[in-house]
């Protein structure tokens, strides 16, 4: 008894579905490669937009120092010279020359 013959499968219709197969595999590994590349363009956009927000907090809290200072060098400023006005004005007190003060020594007996 003779077996009949199967047919032999056309070659270029396994060809086509292999190479297809492979095609997508390329195209889904580019599509990823595309999303990373967004994702890694993202995350440095952001860590440099938090370098210049920290460096503006920096600069904003030593401006605020510096405002701080000045305030409490123009109080004292504005306090002396009203302090003086006043007792010269009220009290007719008159600032002396600091070359003009002898001081005694109270240690000596």
Same mark, same amino acid.
């Given at each position: 008894? &003779? #077996?009949?013959?199967?047919?032999?499968r056309? @070659?270029?219709?396994?060809? &086509?579905? &292999?190479?297809?197969?492979? #095609?997508?595999?390329?195209?889904?590994? %580019?599509?990823?490669? /595309?999303?990373? %590349?967004?994702?890694v363009?993202?995350?440095v956009?952001?860590?440099?937009? =938090? /370098?210049?927000? !920290?460096?503006? =907090? =920096? *600069?904003?809290? !030593? +401006?605020? %120092?510096?405002?701080?200072?000045? *305030?409490?060098?123009?109080? &004292?400023e504005?306090?002396?010279?009203?302090i *003086?006005?006043?007792? @010269?004005?009220? +009290?007719? +007190?008159?600032?002396? !020359?600091?070359?003009?003060?002898?001081?005694? !020594? +109270?240690?000596?007996?």
């Amino acid at each position: 008894m &003779t #077996r009949p013959r199967s047919r032999p499968r056309p @070659q270029g219709r396994r060809r &086509t579905r &292999t190479q297809a197969r492979a #095609r997508r595999g390329i195209l889904w590994i %580019a599509i990823s490669g /595309i999303l990373l %590349a967004g994702v890694v363009f993202v995350s440095v956009a952001v860590l440099r937009m =938090n /370098i210049a927000l !920290d460096h503006a =907090n =920096n *600069q904003r809290a !030593d +401006l605020r %120092a510096q405002i701080a200072s000045l *305030q409490g060098q123009v109080a &004292t400023e504005v306090a002396s010279w009203r302090i *003086q006005s006043q007792a @010269q004005q009220k +009290l007719g +007190l008159v600032a002396v !020359d600091p070359s003009d003060i002898g001081y005694v !020594d +109270l240690s000596k007996k």
